[in-house]
C-alpha cells in the first residue's frame, strides 16, 4: 500500500486547509485511514481517522474545526481544516491500518507527510 498526501501550505490564522490522501496498490487491506502530525519536538499525535464503515475518531484539540471524510471509493482520505491556529503547525502524515477501527489498531502505512503552516 502507498499513500500520497497533498494540500499543506502556508496560510494564516483563521484560514483553511483541505489535506488529501490517496491510496494505492492492496487497498482492499486497508479497514482505516486517517491523519496524524507531529510538531517540532513533539511526538506524533492522533488528529482524526475514519474507517470504511464512515466511524470517526478526532482529537480534542481540533474538534468543531477539522472534519475528515473519505471518498465513496475508499481510496481517498480527506481532512478539512478550517479555523486555523498557530498550535496546528506541523507535518501532517496520512496513516493508514489493517485493523478494525474498534481495536487497539496499528498503523501499517505511513505516507510521506506534507508540512501545514499557520502563521501571520
Known amino acids: 500500500v502507498q499513500l500520497q498526501a497533498s494540500g499543506g501550505g502556508l496560510v494564516q490564522p483563521g484560514g483553511s486547509l483541505r489535506l488529501s490522501c490517496a491510496a494505492s496498490?492492496?487497498?482492499?487491506?486497508?479497514?482505516?485511514m486517517g491523519w496524524y502530525r507531529q510538531a517540532p519536538g513533539k511526538q506524533r499525535e492522533l488528529v482524526a481517522i475514519?474507517?470504511?464503515?464512515?466511524?470517526?475518531r478526532i482529537s480534542d484539540a481540533v474538534m468543531g474545526r477539522f472534519i475528515i471524510s473519505r471518498d465513496n471509493a475508499k481510496t481517498t482520505v480527506y481532512l478539512q481544516m478550517n479555523s486555523l491556529e498557530l498550535e496546528d503547525t506541523a507535518m501532517y502524515y496520512c496513516?493508514?491500518?489493517?485493523?478494525?477501527?474498534?481495536?487497539?489498531?496499528?498503523?501499517?502505512?505511513w505516507g510521506d507527510g506534507t508540512q501545514v503552516t499557520v502563521s501571520s
Open positions: 496513516g493508514a491500518s489493517r485493523d478494525t477501527f474498534w481495536s487497539d489498531y496499528a498503523i501499517h502505512y
Open positions: 496498490g492492496s487497498i482492499f487491506s486497508i479497514n482505516v
Open positions: 475514519i474507517d470504511r464503515n464512515n466511524n470517526k
